[in-house]
């Protein structure tokens, strides 16, 4: 088998194991679990289950069609950059960074498109339903993405002092989010930390492809 035969069935592979595992964790928690309901699991890592209209790990910044739409055609672009990877044999481990966020973005492009369309949103305590297509809480675009994975690994009190947070509680890492976000912020960071030169070049519009002694270097 070629490599790039290979390669393609590497980011097939990456690509279905993470958008199952993000699906799936979405959907227990969101028929299992009343909104806003949280499980400890340990004193640093909490399963709360939240919904929101935006991007990564709750922020909100667009309107909800021009943030899906956005969604779509960034993953599609990302697609078809990763089909022209494997043409050009890259490195593996730049490959698996590309095939993580695109899996990350479809999976919360999911729940913004058909979530609204498929399940209810029941107020707590109770737990939503799925419900045949087009009889759900929402619209088409509209479904809200599903968090839960919560880390909070320590809090501390600011000292009366300091200006602005004097006296409140501070908390490390408050965010939370999902296996699709887990699986963009690991690509990304994945980037940064072990492919800048490769970035670089990509970046500068230079052909990357790499021989057996490159890869290597970069994987």
């Known amino acids: 088998m070629s490599r790039r035969s290979l390669q393609a069935i590497f980011v097939t ?14 959907f227990m928690v ?23 209209n935006g991007m990564a790990f709750g922020l909100e910044f667009f309107d909800k069609y021009l943030l899906t ?13 990763i089909c022209r990877l494997i043409r050009r044999n890259v490195s593996w481990g730049y490959l698996a960074c590309m095939t993580l966020i695109m899996t990350g973005a479809a999976g919360n492009i999911i729940d913004c498109v ?33 968090d839960m994975l919560y880390f909070p690994f320590f ?15 501070g908390l490390f890492f408050s965010y939370i989010f999902n296996i699709a976000d887990a699986c963009i912020s690991t690509g990304v960071i994945a980037l940064i930390l072990f492919f800048r030169k490769t970035l670089a070049i990509e970046l500068g519009d230079k052909p990357l492809i790499h021989n057996s ?4 270097s970069t994987t």
């Open 114 to 146: 058909f979530y609204g369309q498929i399940f209810t949103a029941p107020a707590p305590p109770d737990t939503a339903q799925l419900v045949p297509f087009g009889q759900g809480y929402g619209e088409w675009f509209r479904g809200r993405v599903v």
């Open 30 to 52: 969101k028929t299992t679990m009343y909104l806003h309901q949280s499980i400890d699991v340990t004193s640093w890592f909490h399963i709360t289950f939240i919904e929101n």
């Open 13 to 26: 592979l990456i690509f279905v194991v993470g958008l199952t595992i993000d699906q799936w964790s979405k």
């Open 213 to 216: 002694e490159q890869e290597g």
């Open 69 to 81: 739409g956005f969604r779509i055609i960034a993953t599609a672009a990302v697609a078809c950059y």
């Open 155 to 169: 809090e501390w009190t600011w000292p009366e002092w300091m200006p602005f947070v004097g006296g409140q509680q």
